[in-house]
């Protein structure tokens, strides 16, 4: 089992950047899949960006894409979310999610294991 924690989150204008960082505790390295999800009020929990284990692939969602770039060290002990050109409709509750099971997609009902979130606020 493995525990994540997430940190980075802030507020910040429109068009700025933020990291977003995730500590895995525990079993990190037999990780199959980790991604970066958000949640605004009111809305329904999204996929940002998904990454296979060892950094092979990624996946973006819309909303994501060519804006925001998800890493990961090669230990698979930290997650990075860089979000750059950042735009008021960002601001949500950004979680790390992780699975040991093979099958990597944005489908937020495949991952086991939730970090608590980081709040990033975007103004205009």
């Known amino acids: 089992q493995v525990t994540l924690v997430e940190s980075g989150g802030g507020s910040v204008q429109a068009g700025g950047s933020l990291r977003l960082s995730c500590v895995v505790f525990?079993?990190?390295?037999?990780?199959?899949?980790m991604g970066w999800f958000r949640q605004a009020p009111g809305r329904e929990r999204e996929g940002v960006a998904v990454?296979?284990?060892?950094?092979?692939?990624?996946f973006y969602g819309d909303s994501a894409k060519g804006r925001f770039t998800i890493s990961q060290d090669n230990a698979k002990s930290m997650l990075y979310l860089q979000m750059d050109s950042l735009k008021p409709e960002d601001t949500a509750m950004y979680s790390c999610?992780?699975?040991?099971?093979?099958?990597?997609?944005?489908?937020?009902?495949?991952?086991?294991?939730w970090g608590q979130g980081t709040q990033v606020t975007v103004s205009s």
């Open positions: 999610a992780a699975d040991y099971r093979p099958g990597c997609s944005m489908d937020r009902g495949r991952y086991n294991y």
């Open positions: 525990g079993r990190a390295d037999s990780l199959r899949c």
């Open positions: 990454i296979y284990a060892g950094g092979s692939t990624t």
